[in-house]
């Protein structure tokens, strides 16, 4: 087996692929291909099709919204009835505790958390579609519920003052109405988010999840895990302290506690401990010898029977005034209505609930079926949790999500469908209608003791912070932030703080990407950082600019800036350069036309003493111009053919392979930074641009007459062939433009000749257009020609031979100094000119 996988991987290692294409831009590839004609369907037509309805559509819709129609029938009795018994037996078990315990979370009597692990589980099997996670009470939702339920239902609505005395029966009439009326704020929220959740899920809005990151989730749950701690310390102290909620909730109740810490009642604090640590035993137990166990130790309804077993024996209520569940009433309550009068004023509570149950359900809904190898639906999802909460809600239930661990001793304990839901709703049901009442003389600190264990899990979250910062420090930030603001803010307002400053950091990173100039790795097409891998070198003269992110107007200014300083090209910075070379330029001709005007002065009066010479304005003609026009008389297109250039780039390749949508603004951007590196002589191209890139220039008139579709190529390596190729053009250009520029010095030469000795001008060089300007205009067509190769470089060549032999014999002949010198002196000056020229 080793033998064939080291045989493979030599295959992989040996592979090699060679293609020869021609390099391909973007204008000549649209000609090669042929667009497959889509014909656009009309408005009314789509709506026509999707109402129209048929056998297999209904059949289809029907078993989409029910799923329990397509699984049951196929239900493999033998196979998985026996683990789906076992494993509802044992989550029924553990739902009994938590329900009771996290009703307390949620400011509800105890019973209202029997109601809500019964109803909405019972509903979940007809409408989920993840068979391993266990819906009910969860200690995060609960708290939310309870936030909600005391700022709508506060203690002084009711003239309640919290204290440790006997309550009198009036003080237990307050009691009632204030349970009450937080029971309708919390059936209240409940309702409004199921109908969310279930409005959201026929919208096909599930992905609105995929906004609650995992650091943001677990940031989030951390917080709340501090907020639930610290609202059941007065439980598990025995105090009796107001509850907070909203902004600052968690400092406010600590400093209520710590208070009143003299006022602890010691019995129920033994209670409270003796259970936790009952509760961390069993959990480490279960932990370590889970592969051994059959089922895990149900730990929880041991200690809840044990502890109300030791309550009723010992009458701790009365005797060590140990708050108790209390009445427990027997039997399902009739449906009614919510108070919809409520729904105005929770209505941002509700929504951010159903945002973060539904998040909740369906990250474990995911985990379970990836592990299990099946699919679920997070649309479907959504409506089933918002049909059992919505229709839950008439049956008096507050709103409910998956519990983490009772999921996990679902899957584990055997659970094979949502029967093992069923089951462990049947068990509930049976508590309530039958034996609820013996769990009246359970203690309340028992109860807390459960919540506070089953924090554990969300505590250990607090390792996160050393692995986000070893991974990634933005996703560090997101956790922090969530945990701040989910603390000092509420849970309601931390959500939406982490929530923005997730989308922050979204903006962030696209507005500021990082930027990279790439190079070839030898012998290969493929292009990597510079920066990054030694054996990367760039091409000399062509820079590769590439960006991890998409061109909008957030970015577009950064991006440009940013082109310019990883290329070290700054268009601004050359022109300005060629500017000041272009006066400088301008004047030393000025000044050189100067010194020849004195020297032909000097010769003339040398020559001919009778002559007398006027020179008006101290200008004298030359080549029937004056000498500051022809200072200043070569055009600046001419000068930058004959300057050399001012930087050593002369390609700009702009890879937007990693580019997902360009705006108007980025559009912009680019056709201003292709025209600006045009005018300083730097060739900027586009390599990589997606089928969706290329719609979106298309659409925003990006290819005109200045920029065309030839710009742009399917790949870098297809740019950089193209790039090579046109600066090997540039630069045969560019050398016959130097020659042209030695043409050019025969002004000076001809300059000095003046009037002829005899006063006679020569009419045909002063009169009439330079005998070399036809020789320019046929060099310039050449060398702007198409289809430019070496043979019209040399064509060019041989029309400058012709034209710096006919100018130096035309300049021999004319000049009186030259006629003098002897025949050798000639010979130099022709040498010397052709070793100038070649």
Known sequence: MEHVQEHEECLVQTQMYRVERPVYNEEFLQGQLHKKEKTPQPLSQKIAHSCRCSSKKAKSHLYSFLPILKWLPRYPVRAYLLGDIVSGISTGVMQLPQGLAYALLAAVPPVFGLYSSFYPVFLYTFFGTSRHISIGT??????MIGGVAVREAPDEMFNIVESNSTNSTDLLENYKARDAMRVKVAVAVTLLSGIIQLSLGLLRFGFVAIYLTEPLVRGFTTAAAVHVFTSQLKYLLGIKTKRYSGALSVLYSLIAVLSNITKTNIATLVVGLTCIVLLLSGKEIND???????????????????????????????????????????????????DINLIPAVFVDALAIAIVGFSMAVSMAKIFALKHGYTIDGNQELIALGICNSAGSFFQTFSITCSMSRSLVQESTGGKTQIAGTLSSIMVLLVIVAIGYLFEPLPQTVLAAIVMVNLKGMFKQFGDIAHFWRTSKIELAIWIVAFVASVFLGLDYGLLTAVAFAMITVIYRTQSPQYRIL?????????????????????????????????????????????KKKTGVDPCAVLAAKKKAQKRHAKELKQTNEQRKKAVLKLTNDLETSVKHEVINDELPLNGKSADANAQGTSPDELEHFMEPMTNVHCIILDLTPVNFVDSVGAKMLKSVIKEYEEVGVFVCIAGCSGPVM?????????????????????????????????????????????????????????????????????????????????????????????????????????????QHSTLNFIVSSSPIIKTSTCREKTIAHQDTEKALF
């Open 138 to 143: 969860f200690a995060v939702i609960s708290l």
């Open 288 to 338: 370590r010898f889970k592969k051994k166990l059959p089922v895990p130790i149900p730990m929880e309804i041991i200690v809840v029977i044990i502890a109300t077993g030791v309550s009723a024996g010992m009458n701790l209520s009365k005797t060590y005034e140990v708050d108790i569940v209390g009445d427990i009433p027997k039997g399902l309550l009739a449906p009614k209505v919510p």
């Open 519 to 563: 190079g070839q790795i030898p012998n290969t097409d493929i292009y990597s950082d510079v920066e990054q891998y030694e054996e990367v070198k760039e091409y000399p003269g062509i820079k590769i600019f590439q960006a991890n992110a998409s061109l909008y107007f957030a970015n577009s200014e950064l991006y440009a800036s940013a082109l």
């Open 695 to 803: 719609d979106d220039l298309t659409r925003l008139n990006f290819f005109e007459k200045s920029t065309t579709r030839d710009l742009l190529f399917h790949s870098v390596h297809d740019a950089v062939l193209s790039c090579q190729l046109k600066h090997c053009v540039r630069r045969q250009r560019f050398f016959v433009y130097q020659l042209l520029a030695m043409v050019f010095k025969s002004d000076y030469w001809l300059s000095l000749t003046g009037p002829g000795l005899n006063g006679q001008e020569p009419k045909h060089f002063l009169k009439s257009p330079r005998p070399h300007q036809c020789w320019i205009q046929s060099i310039r067509s050449v060398c702007c020609h198409q289809h430019f190769n070496i043979a019209s470089w040399i064509k060019s060549i041989q029309l400058v031979d012709q034209l």
